[in-house]
């Protein structure tokens, strides 16, 4: 054992247990006496080497010592017999462990030489160059560094505490010290002033995920190299690939962890150690020389997280990081959160990580963390901790919140979020998530009072579901903290109060006490919900949106796509890029370009689009659709003018818990914002991206046949706001029509995935509703409705082919799939997966998901049974021109055939969304 201030005696000792072929174990004496006894009880080493003045601060331990100094005095001049057994310890790093009892990792010294030949090749360590020492000894950092240092001919500079904390005093001694290359954890440097590390230092970032921002801030004149490793690998695994022309990290990238490092192999993997494809996310294994030997004396933890390596004949092990990464297109892997960090929230299982990933890609957001807190017994939900960005402001929750929710499902949209002036650290400076605050429970309450008996009532009702004072009748309900299941409960109370049950779509379409006052003072039966502005008359477009402009084929012009960052824009983008000649121009909201940029590429890399060559045919434009002038400046507005080829504006916020007054921004104006740039530009035309949802539902006893030409109909009877917003959109695009402008409406009907990947997304309800009946292991006995699903693959083919052919102006197409399976079908694939699915009842059915708080049928309790997955919906589309205008095109509709539902279902299992067969319950 060792037990050393930091000093050079601390380093020849190090170096000396080394050369002798021993292991050592670092003390820290700032450590409480309970946990350096145990490491020295669990280790049991043989000497400890320390100082008297060290040794008067340590607690009684059972290993007799020996003062270093006095060593010193009778150093052999012979050299030590023999080298180090590969396979012998080198040290012993001792680490947090789930009893509440450190554990030990036993590191051997073949992972030694294999760290130190990654010092040299990846990060170009040699002699003349100066390592900074900034970790304590026991950390295994500090080995990385003195590694780095002394095993590679460089110099390792050593200075006291004071002089390295983060900041102007760690900067000024970079610079006296000429320190060369020098290792922090992300949230240390991001407190250090921008510029004032030397250009040409070479930095190390390790301990924690990298922000994007810290890569567009640092990279550029520097070595910026993003590590990753446990101990349990020799301190590294994989390291950011060398890139000689920018630094090991371009400053538009992702941040990966890169690539392995010399002797390690990395694999990722799903629940049956079976590699997944690239932008799926599995767990993360590291395999090679430098694994450690396992756990002192824990054989059973050792055998749990060393296990057999399947890819290795030789009979070698593999560890199970416990850490989540997927493979981007290119070969690098990039890490996403820790197996820990999925929690389970009301049937979905998060990724903490995603969240913020998300939430540093805003505008102003310097960094984030995201937690689940129960900070009242029952009340889980999720909250975020944002810390702006130096000279910059953070949005409002409310801001956050509706920002999120156009990248994030409603589900992992935080309930709160906190702004702080810094986000705690650890001593060895990560997040300390212990330390973060509770977010205060207080509602607006001084907005509008209640004016009835009802709407008194159901203030109440709301304050008290929401556990807060008082609720004024405009205050959104999922605003302030409520969610589905808090939902429920809400129905429940409005039901007791009042004998109306209201479902929880109801209650998504309106969250407010007004719009719920009126959903109870409407006719059972009556559809639609009355409430807010007139929607007719908000068809208005700009008179200076006008055709003056006159169109032709010109060289040079792009197309321009909005919503790339979605679903159905990600095949769009890859699919503009496969038909056009140049670049693709892409508003997207984002700060400026290089986030712009990496919010398109991580998009692709989801849905396994991206190749490396659309590095140069994408071109990232920072914008916002709900902004004035969509956020442009005068000089990005004037050169998209000059080279505006085909628009195609598939881009809204898509939320339908959310009233048309929150939509408007995104949804209406900014489509009239993008006619205005058709008008100013020699653009071919605008195709609009719509929906079917523009039609409300039919209930009467007779079918409705819907075409191309059939009129969208009264919006009241619209169910939700996002469909109103998209019918005055599609009311402006029909203005402009009118007005001589050459635009196109696209309705698409419920999207499903890529045929030929089986790459889907899962925010559409239906999927909610067949992961509710996997998770309960059966399903309703109720007549199984059409899934009207349309292939993803097959809409952005005929949509891209109409933008590319001649267009006179005014045209309406209808995606729609008259053929597509019914319900049956995909639970009957699901079984052939190894589902266990029972036709029960509806009351039991209800029963099984209303006992499990986290099934995601939830969201469907409270509606009439004769209601439910709007199987009383009478509407019938009929696109059969559509279909014969892009079948002379070349593209036809592929048949949902149940190989590719079977894709469907195994790309969802492999991306953790639906459970595997057998774990319905568990729901990974």
Same mark, same amino acid.
């Given at each position: 054992?060792?037990?050393?201030?930091?000093?050079?005696?601390?380093?020849?000792?190090?170096?000396?247990?080394?050369?002798?072929?021993?292991?050592?174990?670092?003390?820290?004496?700032?450590?409480?006496?309970?946990?350096?006894?145990?490491?020295?009880?669990?280790?049991?080493?043989?000497?400890?080497?320390?100082?008297?003045?060290?040794?008067?601060?340590?607690?009684?331990?059972?290993?007799?010592?020996?003062?270093?100094?006095?060593?010193?005095?009778?150093?052999?001049?012979?050299?030590?017999?023999?080298?180090?057994?590969?396979?012998?310890?080198?040290?012993?790093?001792?680490?947090?462990?789930?009893?509440?009892?450190?554990?030990?990792?036993?590191?051997?010294?073949?992972?030694?030489?294999?760290?130190?030949?990654?010092?040299?090749?990846?990060?170009?360590?040699?002699?003349?160059?100066?390592?900074?020492?900034?970790?304590?000894?026991?950390?295994?950092?500090?080995?990385?560094?003195?590694?780095?240092?002394?095993?590679?001919?460089?110099?390792?500079?050593?200075?006291?505490?004071?002089?390295?904390?983060?900041?102007?005093?760690?900067?000024?001694?970079?610079?006296?010290?000429?320190?060369?290359?020098?290792?922090?954890?992300?949230?240390?440097?991001?407190?250090?002033?921008?510029?004032?590390?030397? @250009?040409?230092?070479?930095?190390?970032?390790?301990?924690?995920?990298?922000?994007?921002?810290?890569?567009?801030?640092?990279?550029?004149? /520097?070595?910026?190299?993003?590590?990753?490793?446990?101990? @349990?690998?020799?301190?590294?695994?994989?390291?950011?690939?060398?890139?000689?022309?920018?630094?090991?990290?371009?400053?538009?990238?992702?941040?990966?962890?890169?690539?392995?490092?010399?002797?390690?192999?990395?694999?990722?993997?799903?629940?049956?150690?079976?590699?997944?494809?690239?932008?799926?996310?599995? @767990?993360?294994?590291?395999?090679?020389?430098?694994?450690?030997?396992?756990?002192?004396?824990?054989?059973?933890?050792?055998?749990?997280?060393?296990?057999?390596?399947?890819?290795?004949?030789?009979?070698?092990?593999?560890?199970?990081?416990?850490?989540?990464?997927?493979?981007?297109?290119?070969?690098?892997?990039?890490?996403?959160?820790?197996?820990?960090?999925?929690?389970?929230?009301?049937?979905?299982?998060?990724?903490?990580?995603?969240?913020?990933?998300?939430?540093?890609?805003?505008?102003?957001?310097?960094?984030?963390?995201?937690?689940? /807190?129960?900070?009242?017994?029952?009340?889980?939900?999720?909250?975020?901790?944002?810390?702006?960005?130096?000279?910059?402001?953070?949005?409002?929750?409310?801001?956050?919140?509706?920002?999120?929710?156009?990248?994030?499902?409603?589900?992992?949209?935080?309930?709160?979020?906190?702004?702080?002036?810094?986000?705690?650290?650890?001593?060895?400076?990560?997040?300390?998530?212990?330390?973060?605050?509770?977010?205060?429970?207080?509602?607006?309450?001084?907005?509008?009072?209640?004016?009835?008996?009802?709407?008194?009532?159901?203030?109440?009702?709301?304050?008290?579901?929401?556990?807060?004072?008082?609720?004024?009748?405009?205050?959104?309900?999922?605003?302030?903290?409520?969610?589905?299941?808090?939902?429920?409960?809400?129905?429940?109370?409005?039901?007791?109060?009042?004998?109306?049950?209201?479902?929880?779509? %109801?209650?998504?379409?309106?969250?407010?006490?007004?719009?719920?006052?009126?959903?109870?003072?409407?006719?059972?039966?009556?559809?639609?919900?009355?409430?807010?502005?007139?929607?007719?008359?908000?068809?208005?477009?700009?008179?200076?949106?006008?055709?003056?402009?006159?169109?032709?084929?010109?060289?040079?012009?792009?197309?321009?796509?909005?919503?790339?960052?979605?679903?159905?824009?990600?095949?769009?983008?890859?699919?503009?890029?496969?038909?056009?000649?140049?670049?693709?121009?892409?508003?997207?909201?984002?700060?400026?370009?290089?986030?712009?940029?990496?919010?398109?590429?991580?998009?692709?890399?989801?849905?396994?689009?991206?190749?490396?060559?659309?590095?140069?045919?994408?071109?990232?434009?920072?914008?916002?659709?709900?902004?004035?002038?969509?956020?442009?400046?005068?000089? %990005?507005?004037?050169?998209?003018?000059?080279?505006?080829?085909?628009?195609?504006?598939?881009?809204?916020?898509?939320?339908?818990?959310?009233?048309?007054?929150?939509?408007?921004?995104?949804?209406?104006?900014?489509?009239? @914002?993008?006619?205005?740039?058709?008008?100013?530009?020699?653009?071919?035309?605008?195709?609009?991206?719509?929906?079917?949802?523009?039609?409300?539902?039919?209930?009467?006893?007779?079918?409705?046949?819907?075409?191309?030409?059939?009129?969208?109909?009264?919006?009241?009877?619209?169910?939700?706001?996002?469909?109103?917003?998209?019918?005055?959109?599609?009311?402006?695009?029909?203005?402009?029509?009118?007005?001589?402008?050459?635009?196109?409406?696209?309705?698409?009907?419920?999207?499903?995935?890529?045929?030929?990947?089986?790459?889907?997304?899962?925010?559409?309800?239906?999927?909610?509703?067949?992961?509710?009946?996997?998770?309960?292991?059966?399903?309703?006995?109720?007549?199984?409705?059409?899934?009207?699903?349309?292939?993803?693959?097959?809409?952005?083919?005929?949509?891209?082919?109409?933008?590319?052919?001649?267009?006179?102006?005014?045209?309406?197409?209808?995606?729609?799939?008259? %053929?597509?399976?019914?319900?049956?079908?995909?639970?009957?694939?699901?079984?052939?997966?190894?589902?266990?699915?029972?036709?029960?009842?509806?009351?039991?059915?209800?029963?099984?998901?209303?006992?499990?708080? %986290?099934?995601?049928?939830?969201?469907?309790?409270?509606?009439?049974?004769?209601?439910?997955?709007?199987?009383?919906? /009478?509407?019938?589309?009929?696109?059969?021109?559509?279909?014969?205008?892009?079948?002379?095109?070349?593209?036809?509709?592929?048949?949902?055939?149940?190989?590719?539902?079977?894709?469907?279902?195994?790309?969802?299992?492999?991306?953790?969304?639906?459970?595997?067969?057998?774990?319905?319950?568990?729901?990974?």
């Amino acid at each position: 054992a060792v037990a050393l201030p930091r000093d050079r005696e601390l380093l020849v000792t190090l170096l000396g247990v080394l050369k002798a072929g021993a292991a050592y174990v670092p003390l820290d004496p700032d450590y409480p006496a309970r946990r350096l006894t145990h490491m020295v009880e669990d280790s049991r080493p043989r000497l400890l080497l320390t100082t008297p003045e060290v040794r008067e601060r340590l607690p009684e331990l059972p290993v007799p010592y020996v003062h270093v100094r006095d060593l010193v005095q009778g150093t052999a001049s012979a050299p030590a017999p023999g080298d180090p057994d590969p396979a012998h310890p080198a040290y012993v790093i001792y680490t947090s462990g789930s009893t509440g009892l450190p554990k030990g990792v036993v590191v051997t010294h073949q992972g030694v030489g294999a760290l130190a030949r990654t010092h040299a090749e990846r990060l170009r360590v040699g002699p003349g160059d100066r390592v900074l020492h900034l970790a304590s000894v026991s950390f295994d950092a500090a080995f990385w560094e003195m590694c780095m240092g002394l095993f590679t001919g460089a110099c390792l500079e050593i200075d006291e505490r004071d002089a390295l904390l983060p900041g102007p005093a760690l900067a000024g001694t970079v610079r006296e010290r000429g320190v060369t290359h020098l290792t922090l954890p992300p949230a240390a440097l991001a407190v250090m002033p921008p510029g004032s590390l030397p @250009e040409g230092t070479t930095i190390a970032l390790a301990g924690e995920a990298c922000p994007p921002h810290l890569v567009h801030t640092w990279a550029r004149g /520097r070595y910026l190299v993003n590590a990753y490793g446990p101990t @349990e690998t020799t301190v590294c695994a994989t390291m950011s690939a060398f890139q000689p022309a920018d630094g090991p990290l371009a400053p538009d990238r992702t941040v990966p962890i890169g690539v392995p490092v010399d002797g390690t192999r990395v694999h990722v993997l799903d629940d049956r150690l079976a590699p997944v494809p690239p932008g799926v996310v599995g @767990e993360l294994y590291v395999s090679g020389a430098s694994l450690a030997r396992g756990y002192h004396e824990r054989p059973a933890l050792t055998a749990t997280r060393f296990v057999a390596d399947p890819f290795d004949r030789a009979g070698g092990r593999m560890y199970r990081t416990g850490d989540l990464a997927r493979w981007t297109a290119d070969g690098e892997l990039v890490y996403v959160a820790r197996v820990d960090d999925q929690v389970k929230l009301r049937g979905f299982r998060i990724e903490l990580g995603e969240i913020e990933a998300a939430l540093t890609a805003l505008p102003g957001v310097g960094s984030a963390c995201a937690m689940v /807190r129960e900070d009242r017994p029952g009340d889980r939900r999720l909250v975020a901790y944002t810390v702006a960005e130096e000279g910059q402001r953070v949005p409002d929750g409310t801001e956050l919140r509706a920002r999120l929710a156009e990248t994030l499902p409603d589900h992992m949209v935080p309930a709160a979020c906190v702004t702080l002036d810094t986000l705690p650290l650890t001593p060895n400076g990560k997040t300390d998530r212990r330390a973060l605050p509770a977010p205060e429970r207080t509602a607006p309450g001084e907005g509008t009072a209640p004016r009835t008996d009802l709407e008194r009532e159901l203030c109440a009702a709301f304050a008290e579901t929401l556990g807060v004072p008082r609720v004024g009748v405009h205050d959104d309900f999922f605003a302030l903290g409520g969610h589905s299941l808090l939902a429920v409960t809400l129905a429940q109370r409005i039901e007791e109060r009042r004998g109306r049950r209201l479902s929880l779509r %109801d209650l998504f379409a309106a969250p407010t006490v007004e719009g719920v006052a009126r959903l109870l003072e409407r006719t059972p039966g009556e559809q639609g919900y009355a409430g807010g502005p007139d929607l007719a008359a908000e068809v208005r477009l700009a008179p200076d949106i006008t055709a003056t402009v006159r169109r032709g084929a010109r060289p040079g012009a792009r197309p321009l796509l909005t919503g790339a960052s979605g679903f159905l824009g990600a095949f769009l983008l890859r699919d503009l890029i496969e038909s056009t000649d140049g670049p693709v121009d892409c508003l997207v909201r984002a700060e400026d370009p290089l986030r712009a940029a990496e919010r398109l590429r991580a998009n692709l890399e989801h849905y396994g689009l991206w190749q490396s060559r659309y590095e140069t045919l994408v071109n990232a434009v920072p914008g916002d659709l709900a902004a004035p002038g969509l956020g442009l400046t005068p000089e %990005d507005r004037m050169a998209l003018v000059r080279r505006l080829g085909p628009v195609l504006h598939n881009g809204a916020r898509v939320n339908f818990a959310a009233g048309y007054g929150d939509l408007r921004a995104p949804n209406v104006a900014g489509t009239e @914002e993008l006619l205005r740039l058709l008008a100013d530009s020699a653009s071919p035309g605008l195709h609009y991206i719509s929906t079917t949802s523009v039609f409300a539902p039919a209930t009467g006893p007779d079918p409705v046949v819907v075409t191309e030409s059939t009129p969208t109909g009264p919006p009241a009877d619209l169910p939700d706001g996002y469909a109103r917003s998209k019918w005055v959109a599609e009311g402006l695009v029909g203005l402009a029509a009118a007005r001589g402008l050459p635009v196109t409406v696209h309705r698409p009907g419920r999207i499903s995935g890529d045929t030929a990947t089986g790459a889907c997304q899962n925010r559409d309800l239906l999927w909610q509703l067949i992961k509710g009946c996997l998770q309960a292991g059966a399903v309703p006995d109720l007549p199984y409705g059409s899934t009207d699903w349309v292939p993803v693959d097959y809409v952005s083919r005929a949509v891209v082919a109409l933008a590319g052919a001649v267009q006179t102006g005014g045209e309406v197409y209808h995606f729609t799939n008259p %053929d597509a399976p019914d319900l049956g079908r995909v639970f009957a694939a699901a079984a052939r997966l190894g589902h266990e699915l029972n036709t029960v009842p509806v009351e039991e059915w209800q029963a099984r998901v209303a006992a499990d708080p %986290d099934n995601a049928a939830q969201l469907f309790l409270g509606d009439e049974p004769q209601t439910r997955h709007e199987a009383m919906d /009478r509407r019938r589309f009929d696109s059969h021109q559509t279909a014969k205008a892009v079948d002379t095109l070349g593209v036809h509709q592929p048949d949902l055939t149940d190989e590719v539902l079977t894709r469907y279902l195994t790309w969802f299992q492999r991306t953790g969304f639906l459970p595997e067969p057998g774990k319905g319950g568990t729901d990974r």
